[in-house]
């Protein structure tokens, strides 16, 4: 899942570039899942890695599609890394481990955990790299949701100099490893609590009948 996470990081330079990248990442998976889980009886086994890679193929043009006639400005904004969806491991991952060996619903709604996800790691890193790097939030708003949002940019801080090193690619894998040990740490502190050994003092009352 994590490697999955590569190709996208490059554009979550914004929490919007990251919003609707996972946005688009999410409808890929459901579709494919759902797809891949209809035709998992009629296809053979020899073939099934590149008919499930045909599937993720055509639904990645199909929402390429739609944001080039819709969101025109976001699309130019993400560029290459929408038709790199297609080679996400963690997408063609999950049609092989799950889909392809459940029903729709099920495979529909693996699907769409996974997007969402998705979505909340690539949100949190825009947003993490958008604040160190320009000082705002939620720039470039418009390009996704419309004239509704122009007004919705924050300014968190002011600056001359943008922290470039937040901005460009390496700051995407630094801050994702930031997000890995802090998720790390967590975990350690769940796990040792569940395992912390618990002194309880049982007292028994004798009596004797006399």
Known sequence: ???????????????????????????????SNVTVSVVRNFVRNEIRIPVFVMVIAAFVTIIQLLMNAF???LYLSLGIFIPLIVTNCAIIGRAEAFASKNPVA??????????????????LLGAMREILGSG?????????????????????????????????????FIGMGLLIAAKNIIDNR????????????TRIRITADS
């Open 1 to 31: 899942q994590l490697l999955g996470l590569c190709p996208l990081l490059a554009v979550t330079a914004t929490l919007i570039n990251g919003l609707a990248l996972g946005l688009a990442t999410t409808a890929v998976l459901i579709g």
């Open 71 to 73: 969101t025109y400005e």
């Open 106 to 123: 099920p495979a529909a709604f693996d699907g769409l955990m996974m997007g969402v996800g998705f979505t909340i790691v690539l949100m």
């Open 136 to 172: 705002t939030l939620l720039a470039g708003a418009d390009r996704l949701f419309g004239p509704i949002a122009k007004n919705w940019p924050l300014e968190i801080f002011v600056t001359d100099q943008p922290f470039l090193l937040a901005i460009l690619p390496p700051g995407a």
């Open 190 to 201: 769940a796990a040792a609590r569940q395992t912390a050994p618990t002194d309880k003092v």
